[in-house]
């Protein structure tokens, strides 16, 4: 492998708070240890195109609270073919990038690790999903911030629903990993949680609610948007048949989910992993993702964190029987 003298910047696939922190890391680590850095905007497509802008420390400047990412961020389906990568390594070479770190999730893992592949440089991963469903790590850019947008959120939902005695179907993202409904749904204290790791949930609730319509009581029931069972809105439809005499409401978070200025958790965590990332280019190393494992930073092939399952934390779920 050639000496890494410039590096080359992304963030792709869905945007999450703390992304900034580690463009931020990755620009002035690189500066620190004498490499120049390029930023990939829009990502893979960004690539493909050449849109690519020389980052200093001045450009990465006051960027450490906010939200989204500089660099904005895209689904490239072109990405995906021999060709479209052919153009993209085409651009890093004009470029002059011998490296690369991607910030994103297993779709834009499963770029990374086909281009190491194919071509002669190296991807490191940053692990920026609001999901937090990436294996070999126990955390990801952007998920404790959306936890706490959650809570927020649905701390303000619980007053309504209180105060009229309305039971409430709470969507959360999460199509395909229960994690963002399991954790902020024992942050707030949720009388029920639907996630996709956890099959007969329906039957369980149903029980609850019948107990639950004796008291006259409110409820909040958090569905992460990948429920077997279908949509938030769906199943509350399904209820209200069943339970004409409650007051149901579906109150769809989206999008909310993702922006906002990212926690202190979010902007330490994302910085560590922004210094790792370079350090792990300095190192020789290639088509690893750096990660976060009982607070110490680990690297992970990239391979496993696209072909492993990240399983939900099963006492979790056996606190959320006790607690509701």
Not at 47 to 64: F, N, R, T
Not at 242 to 251: A, S, Y
Request: proline share 2%.
């Amino acid at each position: 492998m050639d000496t890494i003298k410039r590096i080359g910047v992304l963030t792709s696939g869905g945007d999450a708070p703390g992304m900034n922190a580690a463009i931020r890391a990755v620009t002035r680590t690189a500066i620190h240890h004498g490499m120049e850095v390029y930023g990939i905007k829009r990502g893979y497509q960004g690539m493909i195109e050449g849109d690519i802008v020389k980052l200093d420390s001045l450009a990465v400047s006051g960027i450490l609270q906010k939200g989204g990412t500089i660099l904005k961020t895209a689904r490239c389906a072109e990405f995906r073919t021999p060709e479209g990568r052919k153009k993209a390594y085409d651009q890093l070479k004009k470029f002059n990038i011998n490296g690369v770190i991607v910030i994103g999730g297993d779709g834009s893992f499963t770029g990374a690790t086909l281009m190491s592949r194919e071509y002669d440089i190296p991807f490191i991963g940053i692990p920026g999903t609001i999901d937090n469903d990436l294996y070999g790590t126990e955390y990801t850019i952007g998920y404790d911030t959306a936890l706490n947008t959650i809570v927020s959120a649905v701390d303000k939902i619980r007053d309504t629903a209180s105060s009229l005695n309305r039971v409430f179907f709470v969507e959360v993202m999460g199509k395909e990993a229960g994690f963002v409904a399991l954790h902020s749904g024992i942050a707030c204290g949720a009388e029920g949680i639907l996630i996709p790791e956890v099959k007969g949930q329906l039957d369980k609730l149903r029980v609850y609610l019948v107990q639950r319509s004796k008291e006259f009581k409110s409820s909040i029931i958090l569905v992460a948007e990948g429920e077997d069972e279908g949509r938030a809105i769906d199943i509350a439809a399904r209820f209200q048949k069943e339970f004409p005499d409650f007051d149901i409401r579906t109150t769809i978070l989206g999008h909310i989910q993702r922006g906002g200025s990212p926690s202190a958790v979010d902007r330490v965590n994302a910085s560590r992993l922004g210094v790792a990332a370079v350090e792990a280019l300095l190192d020789d190393q290639q088509s690893i993702m750096v990660g976060i494992m009982q607070n110490e930073i680990v690297h992970v092939p990239i391979n496993k964190t696209v072909k492993l399952h990240k399983d939900i934390d099963r006492d979790l779920m056996k606190i959320v029987d006790m607690l509701q």
